[in-house]
């Protein structure tokens, strides 16, 4: 049977999943609804028969969906949640789920009234570095981990704006701190400082923090430091390195490096983690069976809320425990 997708916001992303949807057999994306109808429309002309729409609930009467990718930026969610698990259909969203603590909060009710199918697009957790990195994890007691994403601003307009991101901690290095959960566990408590150095000058508009540090502690003993900044004219690394009795390990995008008291191993990604990402989705939906997703709505909350309480741990100067 054809599995009939359908796709809420049609921008940067949506393309990615887009193009690896196209590779699996049996799938078809027939619905496409964006605030601007012309990107609708476009992405539309790529799939045979497909339809275009600017309202989610025109969209959802009007075709009977297996699934949903929920592609639309941080501060836009809500309604297209709340009118998917409305009419019962599963959903893969991206990070961030929202720009507060409370929206994902009412989301993550009502996907457990239903019982609803949902993937979080952490791609992290599909890179077979990462995999590698959780099963040396297994045999080491790790101390402490350091994380990092320096880049440059992505010049998406609501990126700049704290009331449109959350700000970069929210919505970029939501994937470290991710990484972080999945590798090492939950985080309790989160202190933050966040500076204004010089985006908010040479980019009109700007209001969200271009620099930061986070502290946290977990719930295993460990402390951790991720710090980001979006200022870099050219991006420096992204990734996370954790210190522990058997030696270092550090990973970056696809990539790891284990470093003992003898040796030096590296290990590449030889897949697509957005590929990985959306056969599990996809296999979801056709069988029910949601093991190979790697991070649902349920445990995606407990990262976003880890970066939100960063956010608030930044506006007044004290440590926030998380509940
Ligand atoms: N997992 C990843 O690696 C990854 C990479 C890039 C982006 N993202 C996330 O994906 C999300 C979207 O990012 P993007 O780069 O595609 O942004 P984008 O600006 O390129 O595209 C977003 C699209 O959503 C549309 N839109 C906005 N509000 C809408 C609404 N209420 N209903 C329907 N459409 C709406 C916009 O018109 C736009 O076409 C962000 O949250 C971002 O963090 C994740």
């Given at each position: 049977m054809t599995l009939k997708i359908g796709f809420i916001g049609t921008g940067g992303i949506a393309?990615?999943?887009l193009t690896n949807l196209s590779k699996i057999e049996n799938v078809t994306v027939s619905a496409f609804c964006d605030i601007q109808l012309e990107r609708a429309e476009q992405a539309a002309r790529q799939w045979l028969d497909a339809k275009s729409y600017t309202s989610v609930s025109q969209m959802l009467d009007d075709q009977k969906l297996d699934g949903i990718y929920i592609c639309i930026p941080p501060m836009a969610h809500g309604e297209a949640e709340y009118s998917v698990i409305e009419r019962g259909i599963p959903f893969l969203v991206e990070k961030p789920l929202a720009i507060d603590r409370e929206l994902p909060r009412q989301i993550l009710q009502q996907i457990q009234d239903k019982n609803l199918i949902t993937s979080v697009g952490f791609h992290w957790r599909y890179m077979d570095s990462t995999q590698k990195a959780q099963e040396l994890m297994k045999n080491s007691k790790a101390g402490m981990a350091l994380g990092y994403w320096m880049g440059g601003m992505p010049m998406v307009p609501w990126w700049r704006v704290q009331n449109g991101s959350g700000g970069q901690f929210v919505e970029q290095t939501t994937h470290i701190?991710?990484?972080l959960r999945y590798l090492c566990g939950d985080v309790v408590e989160v202190y933050a400082a966040y500076g204004q150095r010089v985006?908010?000058?040479?980019?009109?508009g700007t209001d969200v923090a271009d620099v930061g540090t986070v502290t946290m502690k977990l719930e295993n003993g460990m402390v951790a430091t991720v710090s980001n900044t979006c200022l870099l004219p050219v991006g420096h690394h992204v990734g996370l390195d954790l210190y522990t009795d058997q030696g270092t390990l550090e990973i970056r995008g696809g990539y790891l490096k284990e470093i003992k008291r003898q040796s030096v191993t590296e290990y590449k990604s030889a897949t697509n983690a957005y590929h990985t990402e959306d056969l599990a989705f996809i296999h979801a939906l056709r069988t029910g069976d949601a093991s190979k997703i790697?991070?649902?709505?349920?445990?995606?909350?407990?990262t976003h809320e880890v970066t939100v309480a960063a956010n608030e741990s930044a506006l007044s100067g004290k440590p926030v425990r998380l509940e």
């Open positions: 393309k990615n999943h701190t991710d990484l985006m908010h000058e040479k980019v009109e790697l991070s649902n709505y349920a445990d995606a909350i407990k």
